[in-house]
């Protein structure tokens, strides 16, 4: 074992990229769990978004076509979920098991014909001279737009949610249903578009994931990364800004999983490859103690005669 | 205008009828998505639905039906107990795995030895390391209050990590010529858990499946363990009035569907897969949460929806090499099922009126 392989820079540079995806994935489902919905269809929306990004990508030879479908291709998914839980009343836990259970399965049967292929690849943005800066450069500067794109929807959503008459609305409905009905707001149709924005997100998230961080598509790829997304938010105990804090961390955790492997240390693969999931048990396990600052209406059904 | 009403009492007839409009919903909107794949709906629907039963070769697919069916169904009854509490345990996949690796460990450590007492042993080591598996997210969640279907569903990665571990290490097979996965059970004796009745398909896991239908009636109809399943299901509240301590009621619950997925594994392992490979688990773990719902969590609904989520399974495979369907397709159809049942599960609980909804 030589741990002197391991660049510290690019090291830390890898960061950005394990981060993006759980970033996307958990910012949107953060709001839709603002809204008091528990959306637990994150994996099968980001595996759909990673198809349909994937699969325009290839067919325009566009990747930022493919994440604008993969955007899209989400956000339809989550329409389902949306008309279950919204129109039909069912179980928010049951609908978001079904979107993932068809989500799986959906994308695999899109995506049958592209397996093997390359997607055409994003370039990293022209920072000119700025990038030579030793250090901040590499690690600040060498990044595609999506990484910068995360980086401002999190903001975004933060101070929308803080200071503007929507985010207002938004944790009102999240906080007391009831109490938003009677004020007079729509609380379906906020939810719906909640549910959307989220589906959108964690699409964008998942095409993150085949068109950059893995460049390729195989079955049910995304093995697991829209659940820890969902750990995330109560990680981040429902606060914008703290997702960021904990994609990082993970992110720098899947990273040093992948190095550990790369530089070949004395433990199994397979034992690095399950530490993600330990570590966020863990996680769990040690935040659940401060963990009732949960969305007063998180996962009830809202029924305007009821 | 169409407003929803809500009824006093659930109606019984809609919570019958819910399975059978979504499963023709199913087939509708199966056969359109079958039509879109450039199939014939109608030879596709057909070839899913009746050719395992009455076909050609219904006494060869017959069978298969009980293989496939056991485990879900042995998974689906534990599961559909902590449901009704409002307890998600979405990790028996997990739990199936370390079901089968314990058992089969247990096997193998006697390898070559024959004695009858072999296989009773590996059903208590499978049932022990499925409950094992599942006490890690009933006993977080009692002692700190973690969510259970975050810490299940994690396990289930864990779970397959290490099942591809021992399938490249411990117990890989020394004469198996290098490649992953153990020796095969079906050739030591005293571990195979064969048919019990030669050509019928019926094992150990069909009996396990039947006991554990029996099992699960009796305790939600006539325990004060089901009552208490059922009052906190219904009214938590009322639930804690009336002395059910939650705590015991969570580890009981992941515990009994832990226990019945790691026997669903064992079965599976030392029955019809045979071995221990890295692709040893096929999802019935999640397939079985389907199946859980679609039997209405009633244990006779589901001892019937596992039949017919099994027959997908088998017309799907024949539907796949006679039609060129996708594998994936089925999977699909899956899905649907389960989103329509939910979506028609409204009409259990709701009315529709026409007309603008009486302000209460």
Same mark, same amino acid.
């Given at each position: 074992m030589d741990l002197s392989a391991i660049n510290p820079v690019l090291?830390?540079?890898?960061?950005?990229?394990?981060?993006?995806?759980?970033?996307?994935?958990?910012?949107?489902?953060?709001?839709?769990?603002?809204?008091?919905?528990?959306?637990?269809? &994150?994996?099968?929306?980001?595996?759909?978004?990673?198809?349909?990004?994937?699969?325009?990508?290839?067919?325009?030879?566009?990747?930022?076509?493919?994440?604008?479908?993969?955007?899209?291709?989400?956000?339809?998914?989550?329409?389902?979920?949306?008309?279950?839980?919204?129109?039909?009343?069912?179980?928010?836990?049951?609908?978001?098991?079904?979107?993932t259970l068809f989500g799986l399965g959906f994308s695999a049967l899109l995506g049958q014909s592209y397996v093997g292929i390359k997607p055409p690849r994003l370039g990293d943005i022209d920072f000119g001279p700025l990038r030579e800066i030793p250090v901040i450069g590499p690690i600040l500067l060498s990044h595609d737009l999506i990484v910068y794109l995360g980086l401002a929807l999190v903001i975004a959503v933060w101070a929308v949610l803080k200071y503007s008459r929507i985010g207002l609305v938004l944790r009102a409905v999240g906080e007391n249903h009831d109490a938003a009905h009677a004020l007079g707001f729509k609380v379906k149709r906020i939810?719906?578009? #909640?549910?959307?924005?989220?589906?959108?997100?964690?699409?964008?998230?998942?095409?993150?994931?085949?068109?950059?961080?893995?460049?390729?598509?195989?079955?049910?790829?995304?093995?697991?990364? %829209?659940?820890?997304?969902?750990?995330? &938010?109560?990680?981040?105990?429902?606060?914008?800004?703290?997702?960021?804090?904990?994609?990082?961390?993970?992110?720098?955790?899947?990273?040093?999983?992948?190095?550990?492997?790369?530089?070949?240390?004395a433990i199994p693969v397979e034992y690095l490859a399950m530490s993600p999931y330990v570590i966020t048990i863990i996680v769990l396990v040690v935040l659940s103690r401060d963990n009732n600052r949960a969305p007063g209406s998180l996962g009830r059904t809202f029924h305007a005669s009821s | 205008m169409i407003a929803l009403v809500k009824r006093a009492e659930p109606s019984r007839f809609f919570s019958l009828a819910a399975?059978?409009?979504?499963?023709?919903?199913?087939?509708?909107?199966?056969?359109?998505?079958?039509?879109f794949l450039g199939k014939d709906p109608l030879t596709a629907i057909g070839t899913i639905f009746w050719e395992p039963l009455f076909g050609e070769f219904a006494f060869f697919y017959r069978p298969q039906l009980l293989i496939k069916g056991a485990p879900l169904v042995l998974?689906?009854?534990?599961?559909?107990? %902590?449901?009704? #509490?409002?307890?998600?345990?979405?990790?028996?996949? %997990?739990?199936?795995?370390?079901?089968?690796?314990?058992?089969a460990g247990v096997g193998l450590a006697f390898y070559p030895m024959e004695s009858v007492f072999i296989f009773p042993l590996m059903v208590l080591a499978g049932a022990f390391g499925g409950w094992v598996w599942a006490m890690i997210p009933a006993v977080l969640k009692v002692k700190f209050g973690?969510?259970?279907?975050?810490?299940?569903?994690?396990?289930?990665?864990?779970?397959?990590?290490?099942?591809?571990?021992?399938?490249?290490?411990?117990?890989?097979? !020394?004469?198996?010529?290098?490649?992953?996965? =153990?020796?095969?059970?079906?050739?030591?004796? =005293?571990?195979?858990?064969?048919?019990?009745?030669?050509? =019928?398909?019926?094992?150990?896991?069909?009996?396990?499946?039947?006991?554990? &239908?029996?099992?699960?009636?009796?305790?939600?109809?006539?325990?004060?363990?089901?009552?208490?399943?059922?009052?906190?299901?219904?009214?938590?509240?009322?639930?804690?009035?009336?002395?059910?301590?939650?705590?015991?009621?969570?580890?009981?619950?992941?515990?009994?569907?832990?226990?019945?997925?790691?026997?669903?594994?064992?079965?599976?392992?030392? %029955? !019809?897969?045979?071995?221990?490979?890295?692709?040893f688990n096929v999802g019935y773990g999640f397939t079985a949460i389907i199946v859980a719902f679609l039997g209405r969590l009633h244990p006779v609904g589901i001892l019937l929806a596992g039949g017919l989520m099994a027959l997908t399974y088998i017309g799907?495979?024949?539907?796949?090499?006679?039609?060129?369907?996708?594998?994936?397709?089925?999977?699909?159809?899956?899905?649907?099922?389960?989103?329509?049942?939910?979506?028609?599960?409204?009409?259990?609980?709701?009315?529709?009126?026409?007309?603008r909804a009486e302000v209460a």
């Open positions: 090291f830390i540079a890898g960061f950005f990229v394990a981060a993006t995806p759980l970033i996307f994935a958990a910012i949107g489902e953060l709001v839709v769990e603002r809204t008091g919905v528990l959306n637990l269809g &994150v994996e099968g929306m980001m595996i759909v978004g990673a198809i349909c990004g994937f699969a325009t990508a290839v067919e325009t030879g566009s990747p930022l076509l493919g994440f604008a479908a993969a955007a899209v291709g989400g956000a339809a998914l989550s329409l389902l979920f949306a008309f279950l839980t919204q129109v039909m009343l069912a179980n928010q836990v049951a609908s978001g098991l079904a979107l939810r719906t578009l #909640a549910i959307m924005f989220g589906g959108a997100c964690a699409g964008v998230g998942g095409a993150y994931i085949s068109l950059i961080r893995v460049p390729q598509w195989t079955e049910g790829m995304t093995a697991g990364v %829209g659940w820890i997304a969902l750990a995330l &938010v109560v990680f981040a105990s429902w606060k914008p800004l703290r997702v960021l804090l904990g994609a990082y961390l993970f992110g720098g955790l899947v990273q040093l999983q992948l190095n550990l492997q790369g530089v070949g240390v | 399975p059978v409009l979504a499963v023709v919903a199913t087939m509708v909107f199966g056969g359109i998505l079958f039509a998974i689906a009854i534990g599961l559909s107990l %902590g449901f009704k #509490a409002g307890i998600w345990n979405i990790g028996a996949e %997990g739990q199936y795995i370390m079901g089968a690796l314990f058992g973690t969510n259970e279907i975050l810490v299940s569903l994690m396990l289930v990665y864990v779970a397959e990590q290490f099942l591809a571990s021992m399938s490249l290490g411990l117990l890989k097979n !020394p004469e198996g010529f290098g490649f992953p996965g =153990s020796r095969n059970l079906q050739q030591y004796a =005293s571990a195979h858990n064969g048919e019990l009745i030669a050509g =019928s398909g019926m094992h150990w896991g069909v009996v396990a499946a039947l006991i554990a &239908v029996i099992f699960g009636y009796v305790l939600l109809a006539r325990h004060r363990l089901g009552f208490a399943i059922r009052v906190t299901g219904e009214a938590p509240r009322a639930a804690k009035f009336s002395g059910v301590n939650p705590s015991r009621l969570v580890l009981f619950c992941l515990g009994i569907s832990g226990l019945l997925a790691g026997l669903a594994g064992l079965f599976e392992v030392s %029955g !019809p897969a045979g071995q221990v490979t890295i692709e799907g495979d024949i539907a796949e090499s006679k039609l060129g369907l996708p594998a994936a397709a089925i999977q699909v159809f899956q899905g649907m099922l389960l989103f329509f049942l939910l979506a028609f599960d409204l009409f259990t609980n709701y009315r529709l009126r026409l007309g």
